[in-house]
């Protein structure tokens, strides 16, 4: 299935600030991209050195339920390089009817502490966890995929 690719603010930081500022040059350079794979899995991958907002996290959402069409996938999400995650897109990433579980994948400290973030936004609703190895997340998956 093709893949779709929605547009998100790159706010990148210039390398002084500690966190976004009103003086933060925003473009929409980088970009979330949904895609279903072969095998099954829904894979959202988030732009690096950026802020994911509600407006991006919905539009997300919006591809992986149609990815879904009615199903509900597992869900493999990177992380690596997100400078944040509003509440608002944690709600969003959060809430979704369209997966069964959501592996987190990312590589630095920083993104786990995202990823634990995202996850305990409804702890229990679903399961979730936190990988650096790709392989290792998508056997999490396969386990943990249950679908009605």
Not at 21 to 34: G, H, K, M, N, R
Request: proline content about 7%; hydrophobic content about 45%.
């Amino acid at each position: 299935m093709s893949a779709r690719t929605l547009p998100a603010r790159d706010c990148t930081l210039p390398d002084d600030a500690s966190e976004p500022s009103a003086e933060v040059v925003t473009a929409l350079a980088d970009q979330i991209t949904v895609d279903l794979a072969a095998d099954g899995i829904v894979e959202v991958t988030l732009p690096p050195n950026s802020v994911v907002r509600s407006p991006e996290a919905r539009a997300a959402a919006a591809a992986v339920r149609m990815f879904a069409d009615g199903r509900r996938l597992p869900l493999l999400l990177r992380v690596t390089g997100v400078l944040s995650v509003t509440d608002d897109a944690r709600l969003t990433y959060t809430n979704s009817v369209a997966v069964s579980a959501c592996a987190l994948l990312g590589e630095s400290p920083v993104d786990r502490v995202i990823a634990h973030f995202l996850l305990r936004a409804k702890p229990g609703s679903l399961p979730g966890q936190f990988f650096t190895s790709e392989a290792e997340a998508r056997d999490w998956l396969r386990e943990h995929h249950r679908e009605p």
